[in-house]
């Protein structure tokens, strides 16, 4: 069993930074691939970004391309989400989701571990 813990959700405004952190523990480092999904109300979750287990692979929804950034890192097993020149559309749900795999796809429903998701708010 994979256990995932997010933080680093908040207001912030349009064109700020935010950082947000996913702990994963119950699996050895570099047995899970990991990403980054985000939801709106009335709306399906939509894949934001991805990394490889390595880290060495990774991809993003292009409406955030050389906005956000996925690495690994931290003395935990942790993925990171540095978010810049953030928009108000970037308002949703960010929720951390986990898989045993080399590397996860881009849909929902290829990860078996989610997080309980933090609130991100992007004001005008």
């Known amino acids: 069993q994979v256990h995932l813990v997010e933080s680093g959700g908040g207001v912030v405004q349009t064109g700020g930074s935010l950082r947000l952190s996913c702990a994963a523990s119950g699996r050895k480092l570099g047995s899970l691939a990991m990403a980054w999904f985000r939801q709106t109300p009335g709306n399906e979750r939509e894949f934001v970004a991805r990394?490889?287990?390595?880290?060495?692979?990774?991809s993003y929804l292009t409406a955030v391309e050389g906005r956000f950034t996925i690495s690994w890192g931290g003395a935990e097993d942790t993925v990171w989400l540095q978010m810049n020149s953030l928009k108000p559309e970037d308002t949703a749900v960010y929720y951390c989701?986990?898989?045993?795999?080399?590397?996860?796809?881009?849909?929902?429903?290829?990860?078996?571990?989610w997080g309980q998701g933090t609130q991100v708010t992007v004001s005008p």
């Open positions: 989701a986990a898989v045993v795999a080399v590397i996860g796809g881009t849909v929902w429903d290829s990860y078996d571990y």
């Open positions: 990394i490889s287990a390595s880290g060495q692979s990774s």
